[in-house]
């Protein structure tokens, strides 16, 4: 028998493995979703690092037994935690809404607001959204296109702001003249622009919270979830309205003082927007043909070409906001022309010294993965 005759039966011995494989899973996710029950009526998290990190421990050390890199059986084993941590949390959802509260989303139709209203009724609240999309829809429970359609304000626990940068300040302005008695949280990438109205809401007794998730609308909520809190009054208290809303395995609050915010962002975002808008835009001055560049690429060329897609395929708008509202956009824009202009001269020099200086230099300014 030629090895090209033995390929059907090897192939169907691999899809017997399978199909045991996913039994085997089955199985695994019921006895996850029993661990769930039993931490849902403990009030336990559902989220054991302990247990991740032993589970991953195993997979590692046994992955010379399968000939494959710990690396790979790690990733494996990854994705099933992930997989029933999922099902765990999907547990709680009724208990987590009888705890729940009542939130709005207003902006609620756009991308960054549908994943708000996933990510909300995840925790166990009860969302309602309000956006002018919803105008071309026929009338639903919890749906409204406009601000005005909504009655009263009182019932809502949190308002939640998902609008564009440019049109933030006179949400918030709107909201602050209804006087909600619930706080009011906006979630945009730039704040100093808000300044204004953040003291308008302290002068009407309004509390608004300033929280900026970092991520983008096609983050898992079953991943590691960053939201930067940038606090202008007591960390204490503002924490203590934000937290309860945003309860969930994989949420990290950092607070930052509000001024610091968009210094903070003008690197990391600023920069890292600008890094891969500048490697595209130099391209295109290359003349060469994208598809040879594809077929002839180094590993760092494919990861940088990545990283530089993900922001062009954003909106531009917003990406332009995000630069020009950045009080701090110079400070970043003047470091990045003196880092270049240092480069070219070591590179013209061949100054081996101070080049490796430099690099030494660039490389503990970044962060770590712990």
Request: contains cysteine; charged residues 25%.
């Amino acid at each position: 028998m030629t090895g090209a005759d033995e390929l059907p039966r090897l192939r169907e011995a691999i899809a017997e493995v399978d199909r045991a494989l996913l039994e085997l899973l089955r199985r695994r996710m019921d006895l996850a979703s029993q661990v769930g029950e039993i931490k849902a009526a403990a009030g336990a998290p559902v989220v054991v690092r302990d247990v991740e990190d032993r589970v991953l421990t195993r997979a590692r050390q046994h992955a010379e037994l399968c000939e494959v890199s710990p690396e790979g059986m790690e990733a494996i084993f990854q994705a099933i935690l992930q997989g029933s941590v999922e099902r765990q949390h999907r547990i709680g959802v009724e208990r987590r809404r009888a705890r729940g509260e009542r939130v709005l989303i207003v902006g609620g139709a756009g991308a960054m607001g549908a994943w708000l209203r996933h990510f909300l009724e995840l925790v166990g609240h009860t969302v309602a959204v309000v956006d002018p999309a919803l105008g071309r829809l026929p009338p639903a429970a919890g749906g409204f296109s406009a601000m005005a359609e909504i009655g009263n304000l009182d019932v809502y626990a949190a308002i939640f702001v998902a609008v564009p940068l440019d049109r933030t300040p006179a949400v918030l302005r709107e909201l602050v003249a209804r006087r909600p008695p619930g706080v009011v949280i906006e979630i945009a990438s730039i704040k100093s622009h808000l300044d204004e109205v953040f003291e308008e809401a302290a002068a009407a007794g309004v509390h608004i919270a300033a929280l900026h998730p970092m991520f983008g609308p096609g983050k898992s909520p079953y991943e590691p979830l960053t939201f930067v809190h940038a606090c202008r009054e007591s960390p204490e208290a503002e924490r203590a309205r934000l937290e309860p809303l945003l309860r969930h395995p994989y949420t990290q609050l950092v607070t930052v003082p509000f001024a610091h915010h968009d210094r903070l962002m003008g690197w990391l975002l600023g920069l890292a927007h600008l890094s891969g808008m500048l490697f595209g835009a130099a391209l295109t001055r290359s003349g060469l043909d994208p598809r040879e560049l594809a077929e002839c690429a180094s590993t760092t060329f494919t990861r940088q070409s990545a990283t530089a897609l993900s922001v062009l395929a954003e909106d531009p708008d917003l990406y332009l906001d995000i630069q020009h509202l950045n009080p701090h956009r110079q400070e970043v824009y003047a470091a990045l022309e003196a880092a270049l202009a240092e480069l070219v001269e070591l590179v013209g020099n061949r100054d081996r010294e101070r080049f490796r200086d430099t690099l030494a230099a660039a490389r503990r300014a970044l962060p770590r993965a712990d």
